[in-house]
């Protein structure tokens, strides 16, 4: 069992930047893989990043690169998202999610979710 706690999100102008946070509770952490969603309202879920917590791998998806970086810091069993340069497009809840079973974007094959943070970028 794995639980996700996310945190980190709010209200920013467009240009603004915010770090989210996930805090990860499991013994086997070093061996996670932990990604990012965001979903907005009456959209689909949607991949942003991506860490391997244990090989330091990351994946984004084409519309965060260069704006968005992921990080993580073993000690604290946390993974961030820096998200820089934000807009409009980017309002949703944003969530962090492992226990990947399938594609790595595929958020209907993961099993341990957080409960999300909002973030809202204001034009």
């Known amino acids: 069992q794995v639980q996700l706690v996310e945190s980190g999100g709010g209200s920013v102008q467009a240009g603004g930047s915010l770090r989210l946070s996930c805090a990860a509770s499991?013994?086997?952490?070093?061996?996670?893989?932990i990604s990012w969603f965001r979903q907005a309202p009456g959209k689909e879920r949607e991949g942003v990043a991506a860490?391997?917590?244990?090989?330091?791998?990351?994946y984004y998806a084409d519309s965060v690169k260069g704006r968005f970086t992921i990080s993580q810091d073993n000690a604290k069993n946390t993974v961030y998202l820096q998200m820089n340069s934000l807009k409009p497009d980017d309002t949703a809840m944003y969530y962090c999610?492992?226990?990947?079973?399938?594609?790595?974007?595929?958020?209907?094959?993961?099993?341990?979710w957080g409960q999300g943070t909002q973030v809202t970028v204001s034009s």
């Open positions: 860490i391997s917590t244990g090989g330091g791998s990351t």
């Open positions: 999610a492992t226990g990947s079973y399938g594609g790595i974007w595929d958020h209907m094959k993961y099993l341990y």
């Open positions: 499991a013994y086997r952490y070093s061996r996670l893989s």
